[in-house]
């Protein structure tokens, strides 16, 4: 197949099944990877609509302007149909937006104007603002406006949504976009529940965005709004395109958890995307660990492209200088058990078996607990510690039946304790726990292994 122009490839973009980051979760959790349209974002499918809407409306002629304030994204989808329909691209973005997007946009023959982060909206120096003044000066110019402009959530819901269904086959039970414009969210899900009106919707909004209060209260608060990091979402304005009737919840995620997230997309699924994709996934995942049931379908639309953020977000400088760290705190016992996959060490002996015989199993294996079974259950333990301490004192106990000097049995933990519950645990006396899988079985945390996930 051939296309005629860039612009025919917007659109069909692949769900992919999520496998690593949602170890132990129920529910089939699925992406729609945006970053497959010519210019890396989903921005593309309502940049093209917005253009031929206006071209069909007569209000953009040939020789015309497209004037727009956008992070990046908007501009790219709006410049790539811009030079294959021959228009000129002014675009205004805020400070805060990474260098790449405006060398990007630069790339595909755009101007661009930079404009402070921190001001009101309707501030003459806010890129809102510096948007209109231009349109107002420009002969033959649009300003499509992708807030108010309602062939962005016509777009999605005329290509997103159609998508979705039919890749699940009609199977998607929750549909999960991080909201700025609200197009992507709110033309996908109107679409979607068309088709089935019981999908929820779960909206993703950032700290420092007024959404998800708006939502849950009608107030529109200004004192929940404050200076954010993350690009593209999360507003201080209610654009016309979100339509807070079809989304059902806003979850709130900070800069941190989505960096995160992007982070272990990329080396965890090899989808290497930007940071709100991992904002997007960190919010679902919050939800799906509540809400989600084992026949479930999860669709999360990843909004971009990784490479945007080169500069932020995968710059482990960056990452540091903003206390972006990954720490492992949060790991689990089950993520220990994972990690230690085949290189298992739990051993057994039985109550009547003579302590020589346990040291030298001990020796031999080189390792420092084993576990006293007695009719299939767990009677007790032994440590090469308290051996060697009961030993030096009484040297002839080595002749004796293990069950004789056994100290009592691990302690059996919850798969998902985190490390500092684990540590809590362990101290001179508990030098391992156990945990039983989903299969029942059995698994040793020593200490060494605690240690070893906190520092990793
Ligand atoms: C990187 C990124 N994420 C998320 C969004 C939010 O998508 P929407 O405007 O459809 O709500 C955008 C929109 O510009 C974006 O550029």
């Not at 492209?305 to 995968?314: D, E, I, Q, S």
């Not at 031999?364 to 510690?385: C, H, K, N, T």
Request: include cysteine; aromatic fraction near 8%; glycine fraction near 8%.
């Amino acid at each position: 197949m051939i296309y005629n122009s860039i612009i025919e490839t917007i659109g069909n973009t692949p769900i992919v099944k999520l496998n690593n980051v949602v170890k132990g979760m129920r529910g089939t959790i699925l992406v729609k990877v945006e970053y497959f349209n010519p210019g890396n974002s989903t921005k593309d499918r309502m940049a093209i609509k917005m253009v031929e809407d206006a071209e069909k409306a007569g209000v953009l002629k040939p020789g015309g302007t497209i004037i727009e304030g956008t992070s990046g994204n908007t501009g790219m989808g709006l410049a790539l149909a811009a030079v294959a329909k021959g228009y000129k691209c002014i675009f205004t973005m805020a400070d805060k937006q990474s260098q790449e997007k405006i060398n990007i946009l630069k790339a595909v023959g755009a101007e661009v104007i930079v404009c402070p982060t921190n001001v009101a909206p309707d501030d003459p120096r806010s890129y809102y603002s510096v948007a209109r003044k231009l349109n107002q000066e420009i002969p033959n110019s649009i300003y499509p406006n992708q807030y108010d402009n309602p062939s962005n959530a016509r777009a999605h819901y005329e290509t997103t949504g159609p998508e979705i269904w039919k890749q699940t086959e009609g199977r998607i039970t929750h549909y999960v976009a991080t909201v700025g414009t609200g197009g992507s969210m709110c033309g996908t899900a109107t679409y979607l529940k068309e088709q089935n009106k019981s999908i929820v919707a779960v909206g993703i909004d950032t700290y420092g965005s007024v959404f998800k209060k708006y939502k849950e209260t009608g107030i529109f608060d200004e004192r929940e709004i404050y200076p954010y990091l993350t690009e593209g979402f999360g507003e201080d304005i209610l654009p016309k395109n979100v339509d807070f009737d079809v989304i059902d919840n806003f979850i709130k995620v900070t800069d941190k958890d989505g960096a995160i997230m992007a982070r272990r997309l990329s080396r965890e699924e090899g989808l290497f995307v930007g940071w709100s994709s991992g904002s997007a996934v960190h919010g679902a995942l919050e939800y799906a660990r509540e809400h989600l049931k084992e026949n479930d379908t999860m669709v999360i639309l990843l909004p971009d492209h990784g490479t945007r953020y080169l500069a932020k977000v995968y710059n482990d400088q960056w990452m540091k200088d903003h206390g972006f760290v990954e720490t492992r705190a949060f790991a689990t016992a089950r993520d220990i058990i994972e990690s230690k996959k085949g290189k298992e060490s739990l051993y057994t002996v039985l109550k009547n078996e003579k302590v020589s015989e346990v040291i030298r199993l001990m020796n031999r294996e080189g390792i420092d607990q084993i576990l006293v079974v007695d009719q299939g259950q767990f009677v007790g333990s032994v440590s090469s510690a308290s051996l060697l301490e009961k030993i030096i004192v009484e040297p002839q106990l080595q002749n004796k039946q293990v069950g004789e000097i056994m100290d009592k049995p691990m302690l059996f933990v919850a798969p998902d304790s985190t490390l500092d519950v684990l540590s809590s645990h362990l101290n001179k006396d508990n030098k391992a726990v156990l945990v039983r899988d989903a299969i029942e079985q059995v698994h040793i945390i020593t200490q060494h292994d605690v240690l070893k996930a906190m520092t990793s």
